[in-house]
């Protein structure tokens, strides 16, 4: 049996992964040397339609990758500096805390202004990771604007540089000072430099009524039953959040991992995904508070999380340490490791937020299973 085709076998594991103590649908495609060379898709995107190869699953935070590389062209073209300070450009940033808000730390407050392009985009700036509880930020019906004034005015919660504290704010932060400087918002810029040179014909901002059928009905959301519906009511998906709006297939996003690889397709120099694949931290310590994950060293490029010498970790133990990647509270998760390589996105339509049974053990024992598979 060759390569491909232990490729192939190794992915029915996602079979076991449907019902009642899983997922009702799971999509999964793998990049290895310069192409998409499996993908399987099992169970039901909603109850009657079957996951398919044009299914559009909520991506989550797996959005933020594609909108780094979306900033980095603009880095590259010289519209903007990484070690420029955010506060330049987004003067209600640079203003910080309203007056008689809680938890406000005047010495933090004073190092705002020396906050860059660079701290948002690996997290390191010191911002919180959102704007309340994740059953706290979408209570009421608002804007996105009205959403990115308040996350422009949060509290600093460490020395910027100093920890890691993975950030939606910061990528809220990061979507108006695009628009600021290019005059065009974050997805205009991502659609013409990163969907369309990369051919991604499923990947969606703001799906419509017509993408209903190919669309996966996300389960164990927030605020379900309700207009406020996350990732899956017709209000949130038309705020296009800048850190967690886009929807998209395993074969799009593999194909957007197989970009920062040796054999895939550029949209950004060699430089450029140095800056987004490589830890930007410096080492410092950190997490995701949200996930309760808290590592000694915090590696994080531009956008990618990087593996380096974290443990028990959801791509496995025997991916390497360049490894990068990001997963989503909606299901997703998306890697891929030079030192073989290799990519895999796998989305299932059911949200993390209670981690269901075993998922991140099974993120990591399929990524175990393709390593092996071409090593």
């Known amino acids: 049996m060759g390569e491909r085709e232990r490729i192939a076998e190794r992915l029915t594991a996602i079979d076991g992964w449907i019902g009642g103590q899983g997922a009702m649908g ?31 699953f909520p991506l989550a935070s797996v959005t933020k990758p594609v909108v780094a590389a979306a900033i980095m062209t603009l880095v590259e073209d010289g519209t903007i500096g990484l070690d420029e300070a955010v506060a330049r450009f987004v003067p209600e940033f640079r203003r910080g805390p309203e007056r008689d808000t809680a938890g406000v730390d005047p010495t933090l407050e004073r190092q705002r202004q020396s906050i860059t392009v660079h701290h948002l985009m690996c997290h390191v700036s010191g911002l919180p990771e ?23 005015h949060l509290p600093l919660q460490s020395v910027p540089g100093a920890v890691l504290r993975y950030s939606n704010a910061g990528y809220g932060v990061l979507g108006r000072l ?14 013409a430099r990163i969907f369309a040179p990369l051919g991604l014909e499923d990947t969606l901002v703001q799906p419509g009524d017509d993408d209903l059928p190919r669309l996966a009905r996300l389960a164990d959301v927030t605020n379900a039953g309700t207009a406020l519906e996350a990732y899956n009511g017709a209000w949130w998906k038309g705020l296009a959040v800048p850190w967690a709006g886009l929807y998209g297939s395993p074969r799009d996003l593999v194909t957007v991992a197989g970009a920062f690889l040796p054999n895939g397709p550029r949209v950004l120099s060699s430089a450029g995904v140095a800056a987004m694949t490589t830890d930007q931290t410096g080492g410092v310590p950190g997490g995701v508070e949200s996930a309760k994950t808290h590592w000694p060293v915090g590696r994080w490029g531009l956008g990618w999380e990087v593996k380096g010498e974290k443990r028990r970790h959801w791509t496995g133990d025997l991916t390497s340490p360049l ?3 990001h997963f989503g509270q909606a299901g997703t998760l998306l890697w891929a490791d030079p030192a073989h390589d290799l990519a895999l996105a796998v989305f299932a339509n059911r949200a993390v937020s209670h981690m269901w049974t075993f998922i991140l053990a099974r993120w990591a024992r399929l990524s175990n299973a393709l390593v092996a598979a071409v090593s």
């Open 130 to 152: 959102d704007v309340g509880g994740r059953e706290e930020r979408f209570a009421i019906e608002t804007s996105l604007d009205a959403i990115v004034d308040t996350m422009c």
């Open 26 to 56: 799971v999509g999964a495609a793998v990049w290895w040397r310069g192409a998409v060379v499996a993908e399987r898709y099992v169970g039901e995107a909603r109850p009657g339609i079957l996951v398919g190869p044009r299914t559009v």
């Open 323 to 325: 490894t990068f990647c």
């Open 178 to 191: 695009v628009e600021r400087v290019a005059e065009r918002s974050i997805w205009e810029i991502a659609a």
